[in-house]
């Protein structure tokens, strides 16, 4: 077993901040981040459309070493699609990592197991890594069918997914009624689904290959929380959403190191 998985911790600012705000956000991270935090964990930032190409300066310009990510794309490189943006296009602005599948798209705007999958394969084409959300609602959960869920997902989004381009490979397990709630998994529960998911993808390609898949929880993130969740064995970052609005509270899970 290779136990040398290095944490990717990501931000996901969903619809917030425009990009003067998002300049702000940045350098107050970076000077809230030192370079011991930088050198231990992967950091990115998954910003709205309208802040790539700023963050993306104040990140080069400023050699700030945090990977930029996005929240979303097309599976097409061009064409008639009115109001999207293509890999290609995100990969140009140094775009490293994107998420795939995040429940708010499956559950606001009908992204499905398929679409996901085209995505994937369009990302990883495109010579970025995408971030996989995979996760339960409560009533699956309650009826005992988390596993079952997430083994679906994964299985569909990754169909025909070859294992030579998945090096790398990042899922964010994120049980859906711990989004936005204030509700966070324990960290038994985080635990167990995110092995549950090394196992799903061991059995799809190979255990090499499941040993440096890199899972994060997602769900209520907090720095009260992080260190608990970040130090299972089988939890290899996190996906934040709210706290990663407040550089402090996002610099703060990022050191969760420090509270151990
Ligand atoms: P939250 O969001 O941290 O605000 O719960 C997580 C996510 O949606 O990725």
Redesign the pocket.
Known sequence: MTEQRRPLI?G?W?MNLNHFEAIKLVQELSYAVSRDDVDAVDISLHVPFTDVRTVQTVLEADKIPFFLGAQHCHFEASGAFTGEISPTMLAKLNVAYV?VG???RRQLFGEDDEMCNAKIKAIIAAEMKPIL?VGETLEERDAGEAETIVTSQIEACLQGVKAETLEGFVI?Y?PIW?????K?ATAADAQDMCAHVRRVFAKLYNTELADSLRVQY?????PANAAELLTQPDIDG???????LDAAHFAKIIQYRLAE
């Open positions: 990501s996901n969903k998420l995040h429940s708010e959300c964010a994120e711990a989004i936005g709630t204030g966070t997602g769900g209520s993130v907090k996190a996906l934040v959403g709210g706290a990663s």
